[in-house]
């Protein structure tokens, strides 16, 4: 386990500290975010305790955390953070998701570590390890029900590919899109999909265009405390 740069601590330690100023420089004006609220989304069932953090479009087999929790059903949060943005000179107020956390234990955590999948060399935690985050999504699911939670997903492709180039596009803002999931969640930021015969769930959730990484942060006694997977705010130490 190696531990993080002290900059990224303090970036990973303040995702969930509402009222927190995080980054910015003298250069840059209102280059900072700043966590406006930490808001309790639903909670998901995990009955493997094998979990995926992954695209949920991903076609391949799924980037499973090398890590096990214990079976169970977790709280799942989101940070909100404003973010000013740029529009025709002007700077405006603009809320995005800072992070989105799955609460294994609500202890403090200790040590803060990027998380590896199955089988993948530690060396690539040097390297930015993580995964391809098609449409700007990831998502928390159970690795033993990962090929039905995630069928509404690959409908919805063979869908769009059987409409050809007049197809609707792959896109969280188009209202199509919606038809895939079972169920949207803070205005359609979310997406949750429920097996019951499995009794898992799968949330999928925002995350930087293109990467997705995990940070798992253990508590003292070195268990797994919360898993964060950083959203698509302009702010971070590995920019």
């Known amino acids: 386990m190696n531990e993080v740069r002290p900059e990224t601590r303090e970036y990973l330690d303040g995702l969930f500290a509402p009222g927190l100023r995080i980054g910015g420089d003298a250069h840059t004006p209102y280059s900072w975010i700043e966590i406006a609220e930490v808001q309790e989304v639903t909670a998901i069932r995990l009955p493997s305790g094998r979990l995926v953090v992954d695209s949920p479009w991903n076609a391949e087999p799924p980037r ?119 169920e949207d969640l803070c205005e359609g930021y979310f997406d949750l999909v429920r097996d019951e015969a499995h009794q898992a769930d799968l949330l999928a959730f925002g995350v930087p265009e293109g990467w997705g990484q995990v940070w798992a942060g253990r508590a003292r006694d070195g268990e797994i405390a919360v898993i964060i997977a950083p959203g698509p705010v302009p702010t971070s130490p590995w920019d």
Not at 121 to 144: Q, S, V, Y
Not at 163 to 172: D, E, K, L, V
């Open 64 to 182: 499973e955390l090398a890590f096990r929790i214990p079976p169970g059903e977790y709280p799942v949060d989101i940070s909100w953070a404003n973010c000013p943005r740029l529009a025709n000179g002007y700077y405006a107020e603009h809320r995005e998701c800072a992070a989105t956390r799955l609460r294994v234990r609500d202890e403090p955590v200790v040590t803060w570590e990027l998380a590896l999948g199955v089988g993948e060399d530690p060396a690539l935690r040097a390297a930015g390890a993580g995964f391809a985050a098609e449409d700007a999504m990831g998502c928390f699911a159970d690795a033993t029900a990962w090929q039905p939670l995630t069928e509404p997903f690959r409908r919805y492709l063979t869908d769009v590919a059987a409409a050809g180039f007049g197809g609707p596009p792959i896109g969280r803002d188009t209202e199509d899109h919606f038809e895939l999931v079972r």
